[in-house]
């Protein structure tokens, strides 16, 4: 599968450029509207389609804010560079300071 992915990179992000607010509103109105469908069905019913609902809404909402985010947040910033200067500090220290909180925490 991540092969197939990886070969199909083009295409994928040219639909993803292409349909990214259907698919980030079509995720969003299914995830709302799941929970009032929820109510007024009962049993094996309500499962299936609240399952079905809810797993399409994430998805599709999970790919549209992914191209939304590449297509608008992807230039770069000012900030961008200021950030990275300050995370590289506790990118290199934060492993030492885990190890010696667990440690602490197992002993």
Same mark, same amino acid.
């Given at each position: 599968? %991540? ?19 259907? $698919? ?5 109105? /299914?995830?709302?509207?799941?929970? @009032?469908?929820? &109510?007024?069905?009962? %049993?094996? $019913? &309500? ?14 909402? /999970?790919?549209?804010? /992914?191209?939304?985010? &590449?297509? $608008? /947040? ?6 961008? &560079? ?6 590289? @500090?506790? $990118? ?11 440690? %602490?925490?197992?002993?």
């Amino acid at each position: 599968l %991540g092969y197939a992915t990886v070969a199909a990179e083009k295409e994928i992000r040219h639909d993803c450029k292409l349909w990214s607010w259907t $698919y980030f509103v079509t995720g969003t109105v /299914l995830s709302i509207v799941q929970f @009032p469908i929820q &109510r007024h069905l009962s %049993g094996i $019913y &309500r499962q299936i389609t609240s399952g079905l609902m809810c797993g399409f809404g994430m998805w599709l909402l /999970l790919i549209g804010s /992914l191209a939304l985010a &590449r297509e $608008y /947040l992807s230039e770069p910033k000012d900030w961008h &560079r200021t950030f990275r200067i300050m995370a590289m @500090p506790f $990118y290199l220290i934060h492993q030492q300071i885990i190890v010696v909180i667990l440690t %602490g925490a197992m002993w």
